[in-house]
Antibody, heavy 117, light 110 residues
Framework: EVQLLESGGGLVQPGGSLRLSCAASGFTFSNYAMSWVRQAPGKGLEWVSGISGSGGSTHYADPVKGRFTISRDISKNTLYLQMNSLRAEDTAVYYC??????????WGLGTLVTVSS | QSVVTQPPSASGTPGQRVTISCSGSTANIESKAVDWYQQLPGTAPKVLIYSNNQRPSGVPDRFSGSKSGTSASLAISGLQSEDEADYYCAAWDDSLNGYVFGTGTKVTVL
């Protein structure tokens, strides 16, 4: 059974940094592209970033380009999102999902990031 | 604001058919596979339709997807109370080089 478990969320001040993790199990992690999707309180879904199975190709949404970095550790079956220069508008539940170009077949439960002073 | 738009709400009585539209452009909906996600209150999204009209195992055949040009649609036939949720279309966008979600539609069962 595919399982995705996010961690690392919390309260951070504007301008601060946070690293999210997503532990994957139940599938061959290196064979699948992965993505991060966020949802601000009361708002819709917003794609944030994606990475190929090998990690050699990464993509970012314009609002986070230059501030967020996606990566993966195949030996640990873990996906990461390093978030720097955080802003109030980055406050959201962050989900990791299996997929990149389409068909996000599995999702984690999400981790809440709150950016506030 | 998303480049893919949906009506903010739709509703129907139990047993009715409800259709949700999704409007995009040549860079996304017209040229790429369209997916649909269902998000029940307080839960993570779940894929309902992928590649325009394919249903993952376990998704009832009451849900169907279609696409024509720069628009796509999700139809829910035989509406049930448990279908009350938010629905999002999505597709890769070649101009943005990213995956774009529609603005979302809240379905209410009257």
């Amino acid at each position: 059974e595919v399982q995705l478990l996010e961690s690392g969320g919390g309260l951070v001040q504007p301008g601060g940094s946070l690293r999210l993790s997503c532990a994957a199990s139940g599938f061959t992690f290196s064979n699948y592209a992965m993505s991060w999707v966020r949802q601000a309180p009361g708002k819709g879904l917003e794609w944030v970033s994606g990475i190929s199975g090998s990690g050699g190709s990464t993509h970012y949404a314009d609002p986070v380009k230059g501030r967020f970095t996606i990566s993966r550790d195949i030996s640990k079956n873990t996906l990461y999102l390093q978030m720097n220069s955080l802003r109030a508008e980055d406050t959201a539940v962050y989900y990791c999902a299996k997929g990149l170009y389409g068909d996000y077949s599995h999702w984690g439960l999400g981790t809440l990031v709150t950016v506030s002073s | 604001q998303s480049v893919v738009t949906q009506p903010p709400s739709a509703s129907g009585t139990p047993g009715q058919r409800v259709t949700i539209s999704c409007s995009g452009s040549t860079a996304n909906i017209e040229s790429k596979a369209v997916d649909w996600y269902q998000q029940l209150p307080g839960t993570a999204p779940k894929v309902l339709i992928y590649s325009n009209n394919q249903r993952p195992s376990g998704v009832p055949d009451r849900f169907s997807g279609s696409k024509s040009g720069t628009s796509a649609s999700l139809a829910i036939s035989g509406l049930q109370s448990e279908d009350e949720a938010d629905y999002y279309c999505a597709a890769w966008d070649d101009s943005l080089n990213g995956y774009v979600f529609g603005t979302g539609t809240k379905v209410t069962v009257l």
